[in-house]
């Protein structure tokens, strides 16, 4: 099989395209594989990292006020489409896999213009801009979510397929990630906000730490993100939080072994995005999630609240956001083991551990007819 996929601008779009590349190269070796990105997104470094092919477009997003900008878009987006036939009429995929992002539009386009079957994936709950613009292009609308048909005109092409989680993640062992994190029998939570890290999260987890090493009956992971790390160190300093003395206590400004990590996690506190409430799911970890509320449609709330709806985890918006809240929200779940566990429970209900294999079976399907 010849297959081309898209997605990009973050690891929320890139990854699951690198999963399903991953899986189908597990199915056939004699897959061939080509990314369609952009210089400058995550793509650049994620993709070639992997080990795959990649053309580039130049394409950019349109902003959600008016701008004169946009013009300039419109220009690009045009240039963009006939950049991605020439792509598509080159290489001759068998099929085309977008997993959103701007990226993701010239290329469902462009497809669907060569007569290419093409599979176009959702993340989230609620379908961003550019899925709810090439549904119309789709062979497929696969989605992470059941509810996300409901927000689509075209529900007769949507399945639930549930949203690609890396491999990595999925094998790691509970008990052997306790023992190389070196973690003793005290519930460990691991609380982070992406790569970049994220201010207002930082801070109430830091106001947390503040209370909780006063006791030291837990243990906590703690990732800052790249940017905050040393005004988390310095919050710290100021707070007479001494990291030499609570040895339960450690801070990272980027967490790398997250298999291990969240492989032991009793707790995972974080953001609600895609990726993170896939991985939370598929291992059925209980969570206190903290949606971040700049994103389009404020679709990280719309996550999060269809967990908290079920009862697979609490929700905190960043309006009633501080250490004493997030405090609060932590005891309530660790007062009770029972609770924690029937929390873990119910996210399990949401994982998907197969999603990869559910999307490669689509596009097998498309090449059989």
Do not use: W
């Amino acid at each position: 099989m010849k297959l081309l996929l898209a997605g990009g601008g973050t690891a929320g779009h890139i990854n699951p395209a690198l999963s399903i590349a991953a899986y189908a190269k597990k199915m056939d070796r004699d897959t061939q594989v080509l990314f369609i990105g952009k210089r400058g997104n995550m793509e650049e470094t994620l993709v070639p990292k992997a080990g795959y092919d990649m053309e580039y477009i130049d394409i950019a997003g349109f902003r959600r006020s008016l701008s004169l900008q946009n013009i300039s878009v419109i220009f690009k987006t045009l240039k963009a489409a006939r950049d991605c036939k020439r792509i598509i009429r080159s290489f001759e995929p068998d099929v085309v896999i977008c997993t959103g992002g701007y990226v993701s539009g010239p290329v469902m386009k462009a497809a669907y213009a060569c007569g290419v079957p093409a599979i176009i994936h959702e993340q989230n709950v609620f379908p961003g801009v550019t899925v709810k613009l090439s549904q119309k292009y789709a062979s497929y609308i696969a989605t992470s979510f059941e509810d996300t048909k409901n927000h689509l005109k075209r529900k007769d092409k949507c399945v639930f397929t549930g949203n690609p989680v890396r491999e990595e993640i999925l094998s790691a062992d509970p008990v052997l990630a306790r023992s190389v994190l070196r973690l003793d029998d005290r519930p460990f939570i691991l609380a982070f906000g992406g790569s970049l890290g994220a201010a207002r999260l930082n801070d109430a987890v830091t106001g947390y730490i503040a209370e909780m090493v006063k006791r030291d009956d837990v243990q906590i992971l703690f990732g800052t993100g790249k940017r905050n790390y040393d005004a988390v160190m310095a919050d710290m300093k100021q707070r007479g939080i001494d990291l030499e003395r609570h040895k339960n206590v450690r801070v990272r400004d980027y967490i790398y072994d997250m298999d291990m990590a969240m492989a032991a996690a009793d707790l995972v506190i974080g953001r609600a995005g895609a990726i993170s409430i896939s991985e939370i799911t598929a291992l059925g970890k209980p969570a206190i999630l903290i949606p971040s509320p700049n994103v389009a449609h404020d679709h990280q709330l719309t996550n999060a609240r269809l967990l908290e709806k079920n009862g697979a985890a609490l929700v905190l918006t960043e309006d009633a956001l501080s250490g004493a809240s997030l405090k609060e929200k932590v005891d309530a779940l660790l007062s009770g083991r029972g609770t924690l566990e029937q929390y873990g429970r119910n996210a399990k209900k949401f994982g998907v551990t197969d999603a990869s294999q559910k999307i490669y079976e689509l596009a097998c399907s498309l090449v059989r007819k």
